[in-house]
C-alpha cells in the first residue's frame, strides 16, 4: 500500500515525475482545478516549466437531489450537460437555467477573485494538462475536460497524485491521456492518502497563480539571449538608444524629425501603452494637427464604435447641431467613457472644428470616425432609421431581420454565449442578408431621396458593423485569438471601406489612426503573433506596404485612468515603475542620460537596431489596471525595430482628465504589502 503525501505540494511534485516528457515543450499549459487542485499543479506547472492557470467547474445538482449531477459550468462561459439525467428525470428546462444563474454566480465570483478581469488562457491548439487532487468519483474533472474540448487542444490530459483504479481508467473516454501518480485499492476517500489534506483557501490559490505568473516573467517567448549592446561598437543598449534617439522637450520643433520619417504614408498609425494617459492623447493631438494642417490628412480613425464617433464627424464637418465639442461627444456611453470623453479629446475635437470652419468653401475636410465593433444595437438602430429615411418597406424588412436579437435583451454577450452552448440559434444569415440589401439599395437609390455623400456609405457601414459584432460575440466564447482576430480585421476592413470612401468623395484619403499600440504595434513581432493573433498594424502593413507607419507610445510610471475592473468607476491609479530588463526600463535608463523624453527612430542598420533586435518584455495597459498581478497582466514580449516604426518614450506620465463626474481620487502611491500576495 503506497505511503500517504505529506500534503498536496508533495502530491504535486511527485505528480510532476510522471509527466517528464511534457517538460520544456512548447504550447504546454497546466489547468488546475480550485481550490484544492492548484497547489498541485502549481508543482506540475514549475517542474514542466509552463503557465498556470485556474480553470473553474461548478456542479450543476439535480434539485433537492444535489449530489446528483446533471451537468456542470466551468470557465469561459461553457456549459456541459448529461442529458440522459435530465431526460430520465423529467427536468425541465427552467429549473436547469435555476441552478445554472445560482452556480453562475458564484463561479463568477471565483473567476474575478483568482483571476479579476484577465482573460482565461488561450488553449486552442496547446497540450493541455487539467489537474486536481485526486478522484473520487471523477464527476468534476469529467464536467471540466468536456468543457475544455469546447476550447480545442490538440492534446488533453487528465492528471491526478491518487485516484481508484476504476475511476482512473474510466477518465480515458474523456481525455487524451490519464495518469494517476497512485491508485490504491481499497479506495475510500481522496483525503485517505494525504497527511495533511486541510482546505485549500482562496488567499493560497492567488498566492500559487502569482507566483507562477512570476515565474513565467523570466521565460522570453523566443528562445534567445538578450544583448547587453551592440558587439560592433561596444555601447551598450542604454547608451546606444540615448545616442540614437531624439529629444523631446514640449516644442512644436520636437515632431519635425518624425514628420520628416513619416514622409509620403498614406496611413499613420499612433499608438498608446495606455488608454488613459493625458501625455499620450496629447502628442497624438499635436502630431495629427501637423499632419492634417502640412500633408493634408483627411481623416482621424479612432479605436471606438462607428455611430458614437459618427456624431463626432458631423460636428466637426459642421453638419450638426450640436452647440459644441461636449456635446458631440455625448453618445459615448459605454464603459470606458473616459477613454473619449476626456479633456484631451475635447480639445482636439474643437480645434478639427476650428479648423475646418476656417477652411475656404469647396476645401477638402478632415473627419472624424470610429473603427471598432462594440456597437452591434445601436448600429442595428442606425440602419433601420437611414432606412425609415429613403425607403420604409426595406426598414420594415430591416426590422424583422434585426428582431432576431431581441429575446436576447441589451447585452450582446448574452447571445453569444447562448449561441455558443447551443441554447438559441445564431442570427447570421440575418445580418448578413441586411448588409447584402444595404449595398443593393445604395446603388439604386429611390430618385427623389436627397442624401448628404456620407449617408449612404454611414448606414452600410452600419450594417457591417452589425454583421461583424454579431460573429464577435460568438467568437468570444472560443476563445482569445479567434475574437481579437475577428475585431482587429474588421478594423482593418473598415479602414479600408474608408479610403475608398474618401478617395472617392475627396479625390485622396490620408487617415492618422489612434489606437493601442497592442492594435497598431505589427502583431508578428510580438507574443501575440505566436499565439495565432494578428492586429491592425500588421494588416494595414500587409495591405499598403510602404504607405504604413507606425507611432508606439511608452511610460515608465506616473498615473493613469483606469478601472479596478471592468465596467468599473474611473481611478486616477499609480502606474508602478516599469519591470527591470523591459523595454519601458531600458528607454527609462536612456532617457535619464539623455535628461529628456525621447523620440526613438527603429530604422536602418545601427546601434540601435542592433541593441534591440532580441525580444524584451513590453507594458500594455489597457481600460482595467491590475498593478497586484502587473507581470502577468500586462506585459508581453516584443522585438520593438520588427514592431514599431518609431517610439515616444514619456518617462513619467500622468493621467487624462474625464469630462464626467466622478470621484476620481488618486490611489496611494504605494500598494499594501500585504495585498495580494505580499510582493
Known sequence: MPVPFRDRSDAGQELASRLGQYRNRPGVVVLGLPRG???????????????????????????????????????????????????????????????????RRELTRRERLYRGAKAPLDIAGKTVILVDDGLATGSTMRAGALALRERNPAWLVGAVPVASRGVCEAMRDVVDEMVCAETPEPFYAVGLWYDNFGQTTDDEVRSALAAAER?????????????????????????????????????????GPLLERIGKAEIVLLGEATHGTHEFYRQRAAITRRLVEEHGFNAVAVEADWPDAARVNRFVRGESDDPDAASALGDFERFPR?????????????????????????????????????????????????????????????????????????????????????????????????????????????????????????????????????????????????????????????????????????????????????????????????NGELNLGQLMRERHPGQTYSVGFSTYDGTVTAAADWDGPARRRRVQPALPGSYEDLLHEASAVAESDLLLPLH????????????????????????????????????????????????????????????????????????????
Not at 456541459?80 to 425541465?92: A, K
Not at 425607403?391 to 428582431?403: I, N, S, V
Not at 474618401?502 to 504595434?521: E, V
Not at 524584451?616 to 514580449?637: C, D, M
Open 604 to 679: 536602418g542598420d545601427n546601434a540601435v537596431i542592433e541593441s534591440l533586435k532580441e525580444p524584451r518584455l513590453q507594458r500594455a495597459i489597457g481600460v482595467i489596471y491590475k498593478p497586484e498581478t502587473e507581470r502577468f497582466s500586462h506585459y508581453f514580449h516584443a522585438i520593438l525595430p520588427r514592431q514599431l516604426d518609431a517610439v515616444l518614450h514619456l518617462d513619467r506620465t500622468s493621467a487624462v482628465q474625464p469630462l464626467d463626474p466622478d470621484p476620481g481620487h488618486e490611489e496611494p502611491d504605494e500598494t499594501p504589502e500585504t495585498w495580494p500576495f505580499g510582493v
Open 215 to 255: 515565474r513565467m516573467a523570466a521565460a522570453p517567448f523566443l528562445s534567445t539571449t538578450i544583448p547587453s549592446g551592440d558587439p560592433r561598437s561596444g555601447l551598450t543598449a542604454r547608451d546606444a538608444i540615448a545616442h540614437g534617439s531624439l529629444p523631446l522637450r514640449g516644442e512644436r520643433a520636437d515632431h
Open 338 to 530: 473616459w477613454m473619449w470623453r476626456n479633456d484631451d479629446v475635447l480639445a482636439f475635437v474643437q480645434w478639427l472644428r476650428d479648423y475646418n470652419h476656417a477652411l475656404p468653401p469647396g476645401a477638402v475636410k478632415t473627419g472624424f470616425y470610429g473603427v471598432d465593433l462594440y456597437s452591434l444595437h445601436r448600429s442595428i438602430e442606425a440602419v433601420i432609421a437611414y432606412l425609415g429615411k429613403v425607403d420604409p418597406e426595406a426598414a420594415q424588412r430591416a426590422r424583422a431581420r434585426y428582431g432576431c436579437f431581441d429575446d436576447f435583451g441589451d447585452n450582446p454577450q448574452i447571445y453569444g454565449q447562448m449561441v455558443s452552448l447551443g441554447i438559441a440559434e445564431d442570427c447570421e444569415n440575418e445580418v448578413v442578408g441586411q448588409l447584402v440589401e444595404m449595398q443593393r439599395l445604395a446603388k439604386g437609390m429611390a430618385p427623389g431621396v436627397e442624401l448628404t455623400p456620407d449617408e449612404a456609405f454611414f448606414a452600410e457601414q452600419n450594417a457591417r458593423v452589425a454583421r461583424n459584432a454579431e460573429a464577435y460575440y460568438r467568437a468570444m466564447f472560443r476563445g482569445r485569438a479567434s475574437s481579437w482576430n475577428l475585431r482587429d480585421t474588421h478594423m482593418a476592413d473598415t479602414v479600408d471601406a474608408l479610403i475608398a470612401h474618401l478617395a472617392q468623395r475627396d479625390g485622396r484619403a490620408r487617415i492618422a489612426i489612434w489606437a493601442h499600440n497592442s492594435h497598431l504595434g505589427d502583431a508578428r513581432a510580438t507574443e501575440m503573433g505566436l
Open 37 to 103: 487542485g492548484i497547489p498541485v499543479a502549481a508543482e506540475v506547472a514549475r517542474a514542466l516549466d509552463a503557465p498556470l492557470d485556474a480553470f473553474l467547474v461548478r456542479k450543476l445538482g439535480v434539485p433537492g437531489h444535489e449530489e446528483l449531477a446533471m451537468g456542470a459550468i466551468a470557465s469561459g462561459g461553457l456549459r456541459v450537460l448529461n442529458d440522459e439525467t435530465i431526460r430520465d428525470l423529467g427536468i425541465p428546462a427552467a429549473a436547469i437555467d435555476a441552478v445554472e444563474a445560482n452556480e
